[in-house]
């Protein structure tokens, strides 16, 4: 069935560094898939999507472009703020269409 | 503001009692959610509701039931059967399906049964 992949955490970073979480996905054709955002305490926030192959979801500086030959979502930052201390989540959209599939969820942590 | 509300945000209950989690939208979704979530463990899908009056299992709902008598609103009811009830609940509702599907969420309940 329908899976996403995350690289495992936690990714500890300094501000203003460069941020990579790794995403890859098993699906049948190509859905739709996302990035989630979890602040401590708090539920999901979608943070950005892409709908088809090449693709690029961006938001508050985070982006992520839709790989169909290497099945990957990969999310990207340039320049991490300790306000982006929090866990993030990649999903995609069920082949029927009625439900996400989320990975296990990748905590971020930038310390000053 | 539109969005999402559950309540409360902490519940506390004992060994054996059943419990009810409100969720309540007014984004005029038609579609639900119940989410699990544990730590290391992402999120799991408890149960969901694509119109009001019907409702299907998701991946983990043995021990959980769930009604939608109206558009706006999704109890879910945490029974005694449960073995592990202690957990961070997520309730969500999205938009149509395809291509414009966005999923939007909560902010939770945490659930401690002692």
């Known amino acids: 069935g329908d899976s996403v992949t995350q690289m495992e955490g936690p990714v500890t970073l300094s501000e203003e560094a460069f941020l990579t979480i790794n995403c890859t996905y098993t699906?049948?054709?190509?859905?739709?898939l996302f990035w989630y955002v979890q602040y401590p305490g708090e539920g999901l926030q979608l943070l950005l999507k892409a709908t088809k192959a090449d693709d690029k979801g961006s938001n508050k500086g985070f982006e992520a472009t839709y790989r169909k030959e290497t099945t990957s979502f990969h999310l990207e930052k340039g320049s991490v703020q300790v306000s982006d201390s929090a866990v993030y989540f990649c999903?995609?959209?069920?082949?029927?269409?009625?439900?996400?599939?989320f990975g296990k969820g990748t905590t971020l942590s930038v310390s000053s | 503001d539109g969005g999402i509300t559950q309540s409360p945000k902490y519940l506390f209950r004992k060994e054996g009692q059943n419990v009810t989690l409100s969720c309540e939208q007014n984004?005029?979704?038609?579609?639900m959610y119940w989410y699990r979530q544990d730590p290391g463990q992402g999120l799991r899908l408890i149960y969901y509701s694509q119109i009001v009056n019907d409702f299907q299992k998701g991946d983990i709902a043995e021990g959980y039931s769930v009604s939608r008598e109206k558009k706006e609103s999704f109890p879910l009811t945490v029974t005694s059967a449960q073995k592990n009830p202690t957990a961070f609940y997520l309730c969500?509702?999205?938009?149509?399906?395809?291509?414009?599907?966005?999923?939007?969420f909560g902010p939770g309940t945490r659930l401690t049964v002692t």
């Open positions: 984004l005029n979704h038609d579609a």
């Open positions: 999903a995609l959209i069920n082949q029927a269409g009625t439900a996400l599939i």
């Open positions: 969500a509702s999205s938009t149509s399906q395809g291509i414009y599907y966005e999923q939007y």
């Open positions: 699906a049948t054709g190509y859905p739709s």
